[in-house]
């Protein structure tokens, strides 16, 4: 299984941002398989982690699901019941879009956890600038 360690707007190490697909193969290995995205953009599935590539390709999205080890600060987000509380500390003002919780300071979004949809759990690291054009459309994300 892989272990990734998320580092705040740098990547999921030891996938960065900006890795070509090659680079990030040498590093963690080959996607069980690769499947297109939207605006040529491209995505490589592996167990648990979905990993997403610019259409220059260069990765600008590490997902990861249950099952996977994410670590933030030496913490598993992933063994956290509620790894939103845990971030909340680092970043105590996240945001709701689309139904996605955003912590900018962070570049992490979480799914399903907020909600309690166990099909739809995920957390993401993305690259600097990835939501700058829908900021606008953020609200304040209330917990229930």
Not at 33 to 40: A, L, M, Q, T, Y
Not at 72 to 78: C, E, K, Y
């Amino acid at each position: 299984m892989i272990s990734l360690t998320a580092e705040p707007y740098v990547g999921a190490l030891p996938v960065r941002f900006g890795m070509s697909p090659a680079e990030v193969a040498a590093v963690i290995g080959p996607p069980a398989s690769v499947i297109p995205g939207v605006f040529d953009t491209t995505a490589e599935l592996r167990p648990n982690i979905v990993i997403g590539y610019t259409e220059a390709n260069q990765v600008y999205e590490v997902n990861c699901h249950p099952g996977a080890t994410l670590l933030l600060m030496n913490h598993d987000l992933f063994s956290d019941r509620d790894p939103i509380s845990f971030l909340r500390k680092l970043d105590p003002d996240p945001y709701l879009w689309v139904g996605l919780v955003v912590f900018q300071k962070l570049g992490i979004l979480v799914s399903g956890f907020h909600d309690g949809d166990d099909s739809q759990k995920s957390i993401a690291m993305v690259r600097k600038g990835y939501w700058d054009e829908y900021i606008d459309d953020f609200v304040r994300f209330e917990e229930r």
